[in-house]
């Protein structure tokens, strides 16, 4: 490394060749947590390439949010020159990650069961839409599609409407990232016994049916499926968002044993001693009759009245805009929002690592890297000579400047 590294990761090398958004928010994890992430792009690769919009300092936004911290290496993987250098690369690797088709590296000679020749220790990690086994397995997907199969869209919007929602994040995709940087974090931990490496399989859809443990268990236990439950749990009774009269607060933490003081608060003592409503099964059963008295209850207030009357005693917060959570003080206080270079001379500002840790302290501290900026630094590092990356960069095999 050229660089002194933060974090517990430090002295990890991970070699990157995923795209999109599961894979690379699966590195961008690794790369938070310290390691050092050298990410293989090709030699056509431009920004307008990279990513979608916007385009703020002549970078993809989209990019730039999930490969900060990275170190680009621009390659002709089609080249013969390629397979010898990403040999040379993976002697160098702890773990190498890839999110394509099943089937695609083995195509180009870079699957497991090659590279592990080369590197018995490598940390092998492939993420894709349904695993490397199974019926699916060749088939594409993409969020959308892991949402709607694993069960997460039937769940999501009002059972009232008649169309599904989807969720307004791809958590098909991130969660697919979440679970491999889970898995490569494992299989480091147990190469330090066995001293070898695996390969790590995970699926997006997989991850999905890992997410929906409550609804599955209760499928399971009860046969019922679960409904879309729109503002509100569909066990807890209340426990929702609920319309002030200057936006919406969400309420949670009204049990049997405080339903009554609840009631008082909210200026509906009546409903304390209604029968449908004294135990959250039946408040739950009469749902249908309970909400709207509620809502009227709750647009008599402003939010922030509303926190600083029921917060001693309910668990209550406001429901956000992403704005108002770019600027809530706790959000600011635990750094959750850092401001980050890009490399045509700006900045942008990107959620931060949610782990905080007291003694090896993570985060990024580099935006997305330059394409094949880091070229000539990586090839040095496996121990080419200038002239083997001069004569790799006249052929067109390794590329330092964008296309």
Not at 224 to 252: C, N
Request: hydrophobic share 40%; aromatic share 8%.
């Amino acid at each position: 490394m050229t660089e002194e590294k933060r974090g517990p990761l430090s002295g990890i090398t991970v070699l990157d060749f995923t795209w999109a958004l599961a894979g690379p928010y699966g590195v961008m994890i690794l790369a938070d947590l310290g390691a050092e992430v050298w990410k293989i792009e090709t030699v056509h690769q431009n920004e307008r390439r990279r990513g979608n919009g916007p385009w703020v300092h002549d970078v993809s936004t989209y990019f730039f949010s999930v490969n900060r911290g990275k170190k680009s290496i621009m390659l002709d993987l089609k080249a013969p020159e390629a397979k010898e250098i990403i040999h040379r690369l993976v002697k160098h690797a702890d773990v190498l990650t890839e999110n394509f088709s099943p089937g695609s590296m083995e195509r180009l000679g870079f699957g497991y069961e090659d590279l592990k020749k080369i590197n018995p220790k490598l940390i092998y990690a492939s993420t894709s839409g349904f695993g490397q086994t199974g019926p699916y397995r060749n088939r594409g997907a993409v969020d959308i599609i892991v949402q709607g199969m694993g069960g997460l869209m039937s769940t999501t919007g009002h059972e009232s409407d008649p169309l599904p929602s989807r969720a307004g994040y791809s958590i098909g995709d991130m969660s697919g990232g979440m679970f491999t940087a889970i898995g490569v974090l494992s299989a480091l931990v147990e190469r330090d016994r066995s001293g070898e490496g695996q390969h790590v399989d995970v699926g997006m859809l997989d991850c999905q049916v890992a997410l929906m443990e409550n609804p599955i268990i209760r499928y399971f236990a009860t046969g019922e499926v679960q409904k879309r439950a729109g503002l509100r749990h569909p066990l807890g009774t209340p426990h929702q968002a609920f319309p002030a009269s200057d936006g919406w607060v969400v309420v949670a933490g009204v049990k049997d044993n405080n339903w009554q003081l609840f009631c008082g608060m909210i200026g509906e003592p009546e409903l304390a001693v209604d029968e449908r409503f004294t135990v959250n099964a039946d408040r739950t059963k009469h749902y249908e009759v309970l909400e709207p008295i509620l809502f009227n209850a709750f647009r008599r207030k402003t939010k922030q009245e509303w926190l600083d009357l029921l917060s001693e005693h309910f668990l209550i917060g406001p429901l956000n805009t992403i704005a108002d959570t770019a600027q809530d003080p706790q959000v600011l206080a635990r750094d959750m929002i850092v401001e980050l270079p890009t490399w045509t001379g700006g900045s942008l500002k990107v959620s931060n690592t949610p782990v905080k840790l007291s003694r090896t302290p993570g985060g990024p501290t580099t935006g997305a890297p330059k394409p094949g900026g880091n070229s000539v630094e990586i090839l040095e590092t496996v121990g080419m000579t200038a002239d083997e990356i001069e004569a790799l960069i006249a052929k067109h095999v390794v590329a330092t400047e964008p296309a």
